[in-house]
Every structure is written in C-alpha cells, then in structure tokens.
C-alpha cells in the first residue's frame, strides 16, 4: 500500500508556473505507475500526465502537451508535475495517483491510490 501526499498548488495569474509535488510513503515506489489527474468544479475528473514505474515513458493530454511536464524520482519516492504557461482552464484541484498495472495507464480507473488533491487556480 501507498499514502499519497501533493503539495506545490496556488493562485497564479495566467501565463505563469507552479510545480506540484507528491511525496510516497513506503519502499515499493518503483513498482508504481504514476499519474497526475485534475478536476474541475462541475466537471469530471480527467487525466493530465502519467509517467511509467522507470520513468523512460510519459503520457501528456493534449490539452498539456507542450506546457507540462511529469517527472519521477524513485530514489526519493516523489512525482512532480512541471506546469508552464498556465491557463485560466487549468483551474482544478490536481491528484496524484498510483498505479499497480502494467505499462501506462491513463485512465483513473487503473489507480489504487490516491492523494488528498491540491487547488490550482489561475487568474486571468
């Protein structure tokens, strides 16, 4: 089992940066899949990036192909998510999540675990 914690979210005015972070508990890190989800308030709650157990593979939605980027670092058991020319539309609360299954999974339903969420809102 997993714990997930985020931090890193904030208000920023469009065009500008934030970087999450989500630190794991326990020695397993590794064997995890990583993804990073978001949603926004009234809406479902999708995929933004995904990042395999080494870390050699990356999946972006296209809505942030370009302006994010994941990264893993297994040694100290946390996932970042990079986020570069922020939109108004970015606006959600961002999740990291785990992931037992193989290869890059990019839909929710293929997490276990999950953190508690940060907000991110951008100002326009």
């Known amino acids: 089992q997993v714990q997930l914690v985020e931090s890193g979210g904030g208000l920023v005015q469009a065009g500008g940066s934030l970087r999450l972070s989500c630190a794991a508990s326990?020695?397993?890190?590794?064997?995890?899949?990583m993804g990073w989800f978001r949603q926004a308030p009234g809406k479902e709650r999708v995929s933004v990036a995904a990042?395999?157990?080494?870390?050699?593979?990356?999946y972006y939605a296209d809505s942030v192909k370009g302006r994010f980027t994941i990264s893993r670092d297994n040694a100290k058991n946390t996932v970042s998510l990079q986020m570069n020319s922020l939109k108004p539309e970015d606006t959600a609360v961002y999740y990291c999540?785990?992931?037992?299954?193989?290869?890059?999974?990019?839909?929710?339903?293929?997490?276990?675990?999950w953190g508690q969420g940060t907000q991110v809102t951008v100002s326009s």
């Open positions: 999540a785990a992931s037992t299954a193989a290869g890059l999974p990019n839909t929710d339903r293929w997490y276990n675990y």
């Open positions: 990042i395999s157990r080494s870390g050699v593979t990356t």
């Open positions: 326990g020695r397993t890190f590794s064997m995890y899949a």
